[in-house]
């Protein structure tokens, strides 16, 4: 039997052989010439790769390609270059010589970007199955200066907004992705840099207001090559726990290299820029409308930058050295960040790559203080009381400075100064065909300190005069490992699949202390050691970890119906109780119609897709505990207090989402991509507030809460003109997210600590809730007799926009581009609490001038004539008047729909100017523009900038306008040059 | 190969569950908390007496600025430039001109309201843990049996006498004064309903002092003593109130104060004091010191720095500053008044004791009468800033109806507000369901 089996065995094989050596007896060549369809002009360096055996050509500089000795038959030819539609097309070899022309049309409509859809893939977004948007960050860094992520990302991503806390530099940002995930947690995506989680934090001082200082400002945009957005659990599902309000994925510019020989490109920029306040008209409706301008300043920018990348076939190399000195528009605030980059990666072997990323910045931020603090130039303008003027008259605003003296606020200093590496390695490994292996580790650590300094002499609420300083330093480290492998294979001729299986870790370690004496005895020493009284010090420390392990299954079928299915299994660090673990499950499926019917000539691309993905948010580190007491200082030594109640055996909650969304392109020229998405969080994590009288101060969390949430997301672009000199392209993104809280499980309204924004069941998310005033109560003569309020509170709107967008416009006409953005917010509102205290100041001009309309004692509006009861100007302005009582705060939420010009950019490039005078040898490219941003807003808040939000990037309280520092209008100069 | 792959891949995938599971935990210890079996020893009994101390301290200043200012005794002066808290002008015009929604997230309530339970728990909590521990030496037991029933029972009075669940008087706009309105006071324990200031004293407070009385020193005895005698006054229990002060504290006891420092400031520093003025005394205080300068020596005021036009209080002149709870003086004026106003002893009596409080302030002793009028006047000034102003406005029905402050500006010379007790805050309001809304 066996020497039966072998002689079959060695005869089949012979026989193949043969069969085999017939067959390549028979080739052809297949040879072409690939040009632009609008142009005409020849492609250098397209790719032609006949799919079946693996084999391929790119064409050279007259655009010819030739493949020889290719067995005779019929095979399917892939032609691809980049920025160009990829053309599949089936081509019969024949002995001899075969010529395929191919003429390619430009990828308007960006289809063949490839984009990140998971943890461990990538893939065109044709044949995505996953609402995926990424910012191409270079092509808008090449002419602007960005200075964080808020300026580059914002409305440029449908169903991505990105709120600046202020406008002051270096300030945080919060993002507002999708409908929020669940209610726990600080509701911001995870972002990660070349595969590095990094700190996203908001960083405040201690208890002098101000915005807080937020770690990405430690970011060099200029450094970024692109940033992907994962917008809910339906795409981020295997990032696990945290992924549930979207991941960011920043990658940084990277060298490229040209086979077969080296290169090295050199851009040497510069940045000059101006910033101004532009909120003039808004000032004016305060008494004290010298003093508050007279507080903002033109701030400058300096940024210089140099950037050196290059490569050959086996290292590419991208290193930069950038140098930002930014001012913000108020004395006392400025940036002074320094980058540097360095990036490798190495391909020692065909089926070895080695890839580096290292960032390393030195940042130093100074804040002013500002917001709900005494300190700050906006308090001590905007609260100004009215006083008696050298004329014997009493005057609106007249006591400014009276908290704290000009002086002594120019003296105070807040210096935050950050050293932090970001970096990564990461080793790809195919052993075999198809099979690849990645490994990386990475690292984001952080140092920094924060000096506040009172300086002695002037009187600062607080420490007096006796001068005050405050050291706080902190350490974070977080590492992150990811291990995972993929294997690429056929199932079925034209069914491809692939599996991945992964494992990723994250380590974070943060420690903390802050030190703070007072009665400092010199103006000249003033270390900390010069300080007579202890106030204060303390430490903080934090270590948690996650891991997760994940599994992914897809399938291709001849790029026509695409699905996947995996899952993740996540772990996390818990104080002393149960490992918090949850799996979070993932499917997908997209299907393009395109491929699958005839469809009408005009419509080149439509897909539908679907996927269905779980995330979670962990509960607080200590949150499983039952009790924990805590350390108190006191006049007698240091006392135990019951400091938590926790509850053992807590979930993290589970966000469930699906999304449904079409994409097409029509015409050619328009791209049109539709996402709706649900939202549901179930188990959410619910603080819990005891009745005080119980002796628990703490809220208990509970796994009781449930959020829903929906949305549509609309992006447009357009490209009605490209021919060779000229491109226009028209965009739009439009978002719409509703959100609902439909459990708390039993629990009461949740307040911020304004009492103002809600957590509550049949509200949305951060909804204003409060008691209508509905206007004024009248005795029985029609004379104002107090307010007409109700005494349960409502909804009053919202401060997350229901309605977002923005409009932008690209035009490129022979060397010179244009850029244009437009920014809308609809149905957003915002608590004027700037307003709330002008008037408890009385130095709100329209509130005295109310008072005096209706007889009552008024200060600098003597002039008014007081209007007579039962008249209808006399009831509108009582009810105006009722609406401005300070027991209420209905009247202080403002309809805040505003529409801003964000950006505008006009670029030259000189390379024709170069070469016509011979000096393109030399210098490979000029470019200059000009640009500006928020160069223009209208909005139907009374404030000045209905973006802001006191409490900084992190808190319940939303949209509240207190004394905040409004964002400037910045002037940018730009010129940059390539070696 | 491929098979070698998927195998090795595989057992790595199964084994990654284990070995995450073990990774996560394996994280460093936190020092800032400790677990609540952790102090279930005799060494820790020190600490947590501690605690309990630091939030009598914390609690007492902070309550008492709300309750002089709801009383006649602080000013919340918008001629001083640092005054910008709202809920200091709410509580000076009794959280009047207000919607209830904003008297009840008066933030400076809830700032001492949540501790004030915190308090009340961890005092109960140390008479459980003693239980609990094995080896606890006599001295060290009846430490915290003292501190947990003396501290348990202050707790309970700045619960039942300082809160209220409800306006006083029929007319919500402008409320009313007089000892009815002690029936408006009070407030839960552990959410239950509120407990009115009588059935606090007689059911929670009175057991809690006889525990703690079983384990005083003589001195600690005079303070409980001192301490009943208040209580039982404010409810016009004029025997048991006499009874009490007649052993309560004497001439020569140190008062019984909270300690403050500069980590746990005395909450005055920054309401009424050099740290930042919002509050000043009311200008009555001024006159005190202007008929008789020998006044200064317990009214302490010094003219305000930043408007030397007005005057701070200089009792609490830093950070660090105790403040008196209970003293000799106020007992040997309980002990006047019961005297001299209720029938109680020799009412010839009361002038000496009077005098004797005066003359420990090196104030010339008066002579006349003592009525009602003086024993008033000699408590407004005896008791400066101790919160206990408020007391005496309603036992004598005297509840001011304006509101007082800065002349032309602010609320001054409205009509004061309803409330005669600090609004229980919409954090018990809104999880209690026993505590009403404050209409009914």
Redesign the interface.
Known sequence: MFKKLLILTIASLFAGLAWADQATAQTGSLTGTITDRSTGETLIGASVLITDIDRGAVTDVDGSYTISDVPTGTYNVRFSYIGYRTISQEVEVQSGTNNVDVEMRVDVTGLEDVVVTGIASSTSRAISEVAVSRVDASEYTATQSYADLSQLVGGKIAGVGVQPSGGTVGAGIRFNVRSGGGIGGSGQPVIYMDGVRIDNSQLTGLGRGGQGTGTLADINMDEVASIDFLKGPAAAALYGTNGSNGVVLITTKRGQGTPGQGSVSVNVRTTQGASDFIGQDQTEQFGSTEAINDVFRTGTLDHRSVRVSGGTEFIRFNTSVDQRLEEGIMDRNYMDRQNFRANFDAFPREDLTLSVSAGYSWNEIQLPDNDNNVIGYLGNTVLATPGVNEDGDVELGFNTYSFTAREAIDGIEDVSRTTRFIGSAQVQYRPIENLEITGSIGYDGGDLRRDEFIPPGFFVTGPGTAGERTIVNRINQQYTYDFNARYNYDIVSGLEASTVVGTQLFDRTLRSQDFTKRTLGSQVVTNIGSGADFIGGDENFLNIREAGVFLEQTFNYENTYMGTIGGRQDFAAAFRGDVPNIFYPKVSAAVRLDNVFDLPEWSSFLKLRAAYGESGQLPDFNDGSARLWSAVNSGYGTGGILDFVGTPGIEPERIREVEFGLEAELFERLGLDLTYYIQRAEDSIIGFREPPSTGITNLIPFNVGGINGNGFEAALTYTPIETENTKIDIGTTYTYQNTEVTDLGGAQPIFDGFSLNVLEVGQRRSEFYVAKVHGALFDENGVYAGVDAESERSAHGNPIPVHSGAFTLNAQWKNFSAYAQVDYAYDVYVYNNTKYFAINFRNFERYEELRALLGLSNIGADDVDALTPGTPEYESAANEFAKQNLGYDSGFIERADWLKLREVSLSYNFRDILERFGADGYVNSLNVSIAGRNLFTTSKYSGIDPEVNFAGARSLSRGQDFLTMPQPRQYYFTVSLGF | ??KL??II?AT??AF??TA??N??????????????E??DSAE?IP?????????F??VYTRLTVSADLAADQLIFD?EM??A?F?TYRDANANWG??????AY?D?TTRGF??????????S??ILERITRIDGLSDNLRNEAIFTGNFYGAVARYF?GFYMAERPCGVDAAVGSGGPACFETLG??????PSINPRDMAVDQILPKLAAAEAVASPYQQRVINTFRARMLLFLGEYDDAYSFALDGMEDGDAPFQ???????ANNFY?AAG???IQAIPDYRFAEYVDEDPAEANRVKIVPA??NPDRFRQDLYPAQ?S?MDFLTWQENELMLAELEALHGQGVAANALGRVNAVRASHDIDPIVGIVDQDLIVEERDKELFLQSVRMFDQLRFNLWHSEVQGTPG?GLTGTAIGPWRGIPI????R???PD?GDG?D
């Open positions: 190969m491929k792959s998927f891949l790595l995938f990654s569950f995450c599971e990774w996560v935990q394996n994280v460093e210890p936190q020092n800032d908390v400790a677990e609540d952790a102090l820790e600490f947590l007496i501690t605690g309990i101390e630091s939030r301290a914390f918008t430039p640092l910008t709202p001109n207000v919607g209830n929604q904003t997230s933030n309201y949540t501790q004030l339970g915190g308090f009340r728990f961890i109960d909590d619960t407030a839960p324990i552990d959410g239950g909270s300690l403050h420092s500069v980590q746990s920054f050099i740290g930042r720095e930043v660090e105790p500006t805050p919409n954090d018990e809104n999880q209690n505590v209409t």
